[in-house]
């Protein structure tokens, strides 16, 4: 049977740096959430291994095999002992909407939604967090798609409290960022995590004056290589009704925090007046339908 999901956009909300091992990879403590814009994922039965890439961002995505997609069908079949193509088969779509190396995750959310929708189709259990952190540290948060904190390189997760109703702005000046770069272009890999205990956070404002009290320890970097982040997250800053902005990830993609869907629409249409050639769209909070565990 054909089924179709959405790979939700990962917002880290925070995105605190705090060391850095000898092979190079950060240790980080993250608090990450999901919207409900994404990209839209695909499965159909089907000889062989295929992958259509489509839509509004498709320009410059991989189909071949460097796609993530691709990579997790050939791991989840592997992780069976089984071989795709010989054992397994299924056609894969991806309709892009995300920008790519955008630092919203959009590639292992692509993966993760893969995942779910063949481990459905191929009747396999979902890889195990070990087996996804061989496709990108971002892949075990994607592949549970709910808020959580993110700790280690990316393979620790514990739940987040309750994120309460919030509309963000998403923004991105249209440059792509390399998240090795901006790794490397980190000046300090060790500081301060998280508070040990997350607050409960009643409303969008007790959200905000919480997260601005937090960082992005990788917003200076990426912001010594794309100067436009500052830019971006300046201009959201300045929309009436952001509670917050900051960057997300690697960047440079930058998301404002609004109470209401009203302000956030008001903030997109400003902005996409002011600036026709970056990317800006209004999110919600991802609920997710309960088979995303
Ligand atoms: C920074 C984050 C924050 O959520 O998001 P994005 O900006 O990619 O969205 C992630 O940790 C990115 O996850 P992902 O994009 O899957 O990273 P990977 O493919 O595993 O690694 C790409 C590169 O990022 C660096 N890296 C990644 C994770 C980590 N804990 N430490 C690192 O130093 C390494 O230089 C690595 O070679
Ligand atoms: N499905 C995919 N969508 C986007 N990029 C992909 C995908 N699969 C592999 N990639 C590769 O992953 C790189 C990082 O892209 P992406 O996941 O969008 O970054 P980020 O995690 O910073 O948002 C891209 O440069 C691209 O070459």
Redesign the pocket.
Known sequence: MAAEALAPA?I?LT?H?IG??AD?????D?L?AFVDLGDRVGVAPGDGLSLRVKGPRAAGVPADDNNLMLRAARLLAAGAGAEVGADLGAALTLEKCLPM????????SDAAAALRLLSRLWGLPMPDTRAL?A?????P?CAAARPAR?R???ERLDPAPALPPVWLVLANPGMA?A??A???ALSRPENAPMPETLPDFPDAVALAAWLRAQRND?EPAATAICPAVAQVSAALAAQSGCLLARM????ATCFGVFASPATAQAAVAALRAARPDWWVEAAGLWQPAGDAA
């Open positions: 990962k880290n995105l740096v850095r091992r190079g990879y950060h240790l980080l993250s990450v190396a955008a630092g919203i995750g959009g590639g292992s952190m496709l990108g540290a971002d892949l948060v993110m280690g390189l990316g960022l998240t090795p901006v790794f490397g990788l997300s990830g690697s960047g």
